[in-house]
């Protein structure tokens, strides 16, 4: 199946303070006048050098079974308890892969070179926050498309978290072409550019979304989990 791909204007990109310092692990009133300022001097450059881009395909011919493995086509993946909790109600998944691109990293690689390493740091983490907000317009589109259809969907949920094994990445990159997305993929389950994203979303009438879905996972020192406070 083809799947359907989008690119997003990188002026709409909404990335604020406030995430970055998440990051960081502080908050806007606990953050040094330097550190907060210095984000908000970054922001801007870093979300014009990105190049944000996304797709998804639909999947129907899914089936569940009691030993947390969930088959998708012809591909098995063993997703672990919790996320096979969120999706047990599914009848269909969306999987997806979402870029910010290669500028954001590029950025950051410059401004360490040149000895800029907390520039080039915070600009990092930037990147990791502009492939989240694609993943949310991506994410959105996917609801409203559930939606013409009745249906609900679940949180997002990727390999290498809450217990999901990233060498099943590659599978999952079997049934979306990456390169439709500006992703390749390597051996070792690294996406390039760095700042990707892939995933499933379950979508069915009994499934449901979460806002702190963060609070079933077991990786406490998750960056997702801290920019999602």
């Known amino acids: 199946m083809i799947p359907e791909v989008f690119k997003f204007d990188p002026s709409l990109i909404s990335v604020n303070r406030a995430q970055i310092l998440n990051l960081l692990e502080q908050s806007e009133n606990e953050a040094d006048n330097h550190i907060a300022e210095m984000v908000d001097k970054l922001i801007p450059g870093s979300a014009a050098a990105a190049t944000p881009m996304g797709g998804f395909v639909w999947e129907d011919q899914i089936s569940l079974d009691p030993g947390n493995r969930l088959k998708i086509g012809r591909e098995k993946f063993a997703i672990g308890p919790e996320i096979f909790r969120k999706l047990k109600h599914a009848g269909s998944v969306v999987i997806f892969a979402v870029t910010a691109g290669p500028g954001p990293e590029t950025l950051a690689r410059e401004l360490m070179h040149q000895g800029s390493y907390l520039e080039g740091f915070i600009t990092d983490l930037i990147g990791t926050a ?10 959105q589109t996917i609801r ?27 599978k999952l990159f079997r049934l979306i072409p990456p390169e439709s997305c500006g992703i390749s993929l390597a051996e070792s389950s690294l996406m390039t550019p760095i700042k990707s994203v892939s995933g499933i979303i379950g979508t069915g009438s009994r499934v449901s979304f979460s806002r702190n879905s963060c609070r079933y996972c077991p990786m406490t020192t998750c960056s997702f989990r801290r920019i999602s406070r």
């Open 144 to 170: 409203e498309q559930a939606a013409i259809r009745g249906l609900k969907v679940t949180n997002r949920y990727s390999p290498g978290y809450c217990s999901w094994d990233v060498k099943e990445q590659q």
């Open 130 to 139: 502009i492939v989240e907000w694609v993943a949310d317009q991506v994410h």
